[in-house]
């Protein structure tokens, strides 16, 4: 049995209570975290804000911090086939999938933001407009404080460095509460934080649920909040985060549309979309749960995806051969099943899955792949986040008609476009609503370049990129004159008796 504790002020630390850890394709208990409350938060906030006023961290170049994200990465490229498979038997992710998205993926972004250094080294300077000789802007980007973070279960140490990276490069620290239900690539996180010698107080892991998480959010002395979750939870947190006037960045829900025009090849659709609502059991934010489908192509689209569908293997996530893996929890595939059976009763058709599976080991929470066709939008499989291994499928008579339904949804985080025609594809992604958006692909990712910035419901301000790492700063807008000459200041008219 595994016992996962607090990582705070560059120590582990216990804390009361206990939350059960189990491995998704099994349901078997391998470990437990605490239940933290809100004294351990105040613990881990105080020794974050100590680091920030009174440690070096801040005050570190930004190059430094840079060769420490670099560290971080080391020191977890040490234990890689060991987190691995924990990762495997932590998140259900399968053992083709886990190697690259949710180990080999983050180190090699603790890299990329390493080299994002430069965009913080040097202010921005630009002279007077008025009169250039009179004296000189700067425009300085300085960390924000403190910041809280939460991250979710599905990419557990992934996210963690998507939050956790930008923020320590632009010199703040950090309390992460990850979610309870895998914890294991939070602890091997602050495993390297002590490898490459952060700092203590730089990074604190406090584990726990809904009482760690409102007072991290309410608590005075954090500075930003930083969290990827559920539209429901995130917009609680907005709220409550006003309270305290703090900045937030929330990357939230999505119900992505696959747009395929008429010129679409489908085989490469086809795969492409199955890959994205199938991925790590649908358990993704961006996954394009939606294939909106012309008229005169859907029958051919809907043999297709029964074939290609029917041919998943779902199984333990250990088994190479499995392409679909269980989903994280018995409450999980409870919510998602009541979903199917929702879409079915309201006249969806499902042409795979829709029912329990079989032959899969009992007590692994397994979901069917599921593939529902001959609805419309309103219908709950096409309305809801369901966050499983389920695909929507959406007749539409023109291209207009297409652009009106995947834009009839409250979110607007990814989209795809399918389609030969690139000129086309890129008109339609242009006017379909989404932060993300492919044409012929999925799933591409660039944290150096491209940020990710939901729209509507799906999330307010911006992760990755330039845009990406400045939420994580404050500006400063500085100005220094050249010259002492009063004559050319306004208020060298006023108060001419002064003379």
């Given at each position: 049995?595994?016992?996962?504790?607090?990582?705070?002020?560059?120590?582990?630390?216990?804390?009361?209570?206990?939350?059960?850890?189990?491995?998704?394709?099994?349901?078997?208990?391998?470990?437990?975290?605490?239940?933290?409350?809100?004294?351990?938060?105040?613990?881990?906030?105080?020794?974050?804000?100590?680091?920030?006023?009174?440690?070096?961290?801040?005050?570190?170049?930004?190059?430094d911090r840079a060769e420490a994200l670099r560290r971080l990465a080391s020191?977890?490229?040490?234990?890689?086939?060991?987190?691995?498979?924990?990762?495997?038997?932590?998140?259900?992710?399968?053992?083709?999938?886990?190697?690259?998205?949710?180990?080999?993926?983050?180190?090699?972004?603790?890299?990329?933001?390493?080299?994002?250094?430069?965009?913080?080294?040097?202010?921005?300077?630009?002279?007077?407009?008025?009169?250039?000789?009179?004296?000189?802007?700067?425009?300085?980007?300085?960390?924000?404080?403190?910041?809280?973070?939460?991250?979710?279960?599905?990419?557990?140490?992934?996210?963690?460095?998507?939050?956790?990276?930008?923020?320590?490069?632009?010199?703040?620290?950090?309390?992460?509460?990850?979610?309870?239900?895998?914890?294991?690539?939070?602890?091997?996180?602050?495993?390297?934080?002590?490898?490459?010698?952060?700092?203590?107080?730089?990074?604190?892991?406090?584990?726990?649920?809904?009482?760690?998480?409102?007072?991290?959010?309410?608590?005075?002395?954090?500075?930003?909040?930083?969290?990827?979750?559920?539209?429901?939870?995130?917009?609680?947190?907005?709220?409550?985060?006003?309270?305290?006037?703090?900045?937030?960045?929330?990357?939230?829900?999505?119900?992505?549309?696959?747009?395929?025009?008429?010129?679409?090849d489908a085989e490469l659709a086809v795969r492409g979309t199955l890959f994205?609502?199938?991925?790590?059991?649908?358990?993704?934010?961006?996954?394009?749960?939606?294939?909106?489908?012309?008229?005169?192509?859907?029958?051919?689209?809907?043999?297709?995806?029964?074939?290609?569908?029917?041919?998943?293997?779902?199984?333990?996530?250990?088994?190479?051969?499995?392409?679909?893996?269980?989903?994280?929890?018995?409450?999980?595939?409870?919510?998602?099943?009541?979903?199917?059976?929702?879409?079915?009763?309201?006249?969806?058709?499902?042409?795979?899955?829709?029912?329990?599976?079989?032959?899969?080991?009992?007590?692994?929470?397994?979901?069917?792949?599921?593939?529902?066709?001959?609805?419309?939008?309103?219908?709950?499989?096409?309305?809801?986040?369901?966050?499983?291994?389920?695909?929507?499928?959406?007749?539409?008579?023109?291209?207009?008609?297409?652009?009106?339904?995947?834009?009839?949804?409250?979110?607007?985080?990814?989209?795809?476009?399918?389609?030969?025609?690139?000129?086309?594809?890129?008109?339609?992604?242009?006017?379909?609503?989404?932060?993300?958006?492919?044409?012929?692909?999925?799933?591409?990712?660039?944290?150096?370049?491209?940020?990710?910035?939901?729209?509507?419901?799906?999330?307010?301000?911006?992760?990755?990129?330039?845009?990406?790492?400045?939420?994580?700063?404050?500006?400063?807008?500085?100005?220094?004159?050249?010259?002492?000459?009063?004559?050319?200041?306004?208020?060298?008219?006023?108060?001419?008796?002064?003379?």
């Amino acid at each position: 049995m595994r016992a996962f504790s607090n990582f705070i002020d560059g120590r582990w630390v216990e804390a009361p209570g206990v939350i059960p850890v189990d491995d998704p394709s099994t349901g078997e208990v391998f470990g437990h975290v605490p239940d933290s409350g809100a004294e351990v938060i105040d613990s881990a906030v105080a020794a974050a804000r100590r680091a920030f006023d009174e440690g070096p961290w801040s005050r570190w170049s930004v190059r430094d911090r840079a060769e420490a994200l670099r560290r971080l990465a080391s020191a977890l490229e040490q234990s890689f086939d060991t987190l691995v498979d924990d990762l495997v038997a932590d998140t259900g992710a399968t053992a083709r999938f886990c190697p690259m998205l949710q180990v080999g993926a983050p180190m090699a972004h603790l890299r990329d933001f390493a080299e994002m250094a430069h965009l913080l080294e040097e202010p921005e300077a630009f002279p007077l407009q008025a009169n250039p000789g009179l004296g000189q802007w700067e425009l300085h980007r300085e960390p924000v404080g403190v910041v809280g973070a939460f991250t979710p279960y599905n990419f557990p140490l992934f996210m963690c460095v998507w939050k956790v990276a930008p923020a320590l490069l632009a010199g703040n620290t950090v309390v992460l509460k990850p979610s309870p239900l895998t914890p294991v690539g939070p602890d091997a996180l602050a495993a390297a934080a002590i490898a490459a010698e952060l700092p203590p107080g730089v990074l604190n892991i406090v584990h726990g649920d809904r009482v760690a998480g409102e007072a991290l959010v309410a608590h005075p002395a954090v500075d930003l909040i930083s969290f990827t979750g559920s539209t429901a939870v995130g917009t609680r947190i907005m709220a409550a985060a006003a309270a305290t006037a703090k900045e937030v960045v929330l990357e939230l829900g999505g119900k992505s549309p696959a747009v395929v025009l008429p010129d679409a090849d489908a085989e490469l659709a086809v795969r492409g979309t199955l890959f994205s609502s199938m991925m790590h059991a649908g358990q993704a934010c961006v996954a394009t749960t939606r294939m909106l489908v012309p008229d005169a192509r859907y029958d051919e689209f809907v043999e297709l995806l029964a074939e290609r569908a029917g041919a998943l293997q779902l199984g333990p996530a250990a088994e190479f051969t499995t392409d679909v893996g269980p989903v994280i929890s018995a409450a999980a595939r409870t919510r998602i099943e009541k979903i199917v059976a929702a879409s079915i009763e309201q006249g969806g058709r499902a042409i795979v899955g829709g029912q329990p599976p079989t032959g899969v080991p009992e007590g692994g929470y397994y979901v069917s792949p599921t593939v529902i066709v001959d609805i419309d939008n309103r219908n709950p499989a096409a309305a809801e986040e369901i966050f499983g291994p389920v695909l929507s499928v959406i007749r539409y008579s023109d291209v207009d008609d297409a652009v009106r339904i995947a834009n009839d949804t409250p979110y607007g985080l990814a989209a795809a476009v399918w389609g030969t025609d690139l000129v086309r594809a890129r008109e339609v992604a242009l006017r379909v609503r989404g932060g993300l958006t492919w044409i012929n692909d999925v799933a591409q990712a660039d944290v150096m370049r491209t940020p990710l910035a939901g729209k509507g419901m799906s999330g307010v301000g911006q992760e990755n990129g330039r845009d990406g790492l400045f939420a994580y700063t404050k500006t400063r807008s500085l100005f220094t004159a050249l010259d002492t000459n009063l004559d050319v200041r306004a208020y060298g008219v006023v108060g001419s008796e002064w003379e």
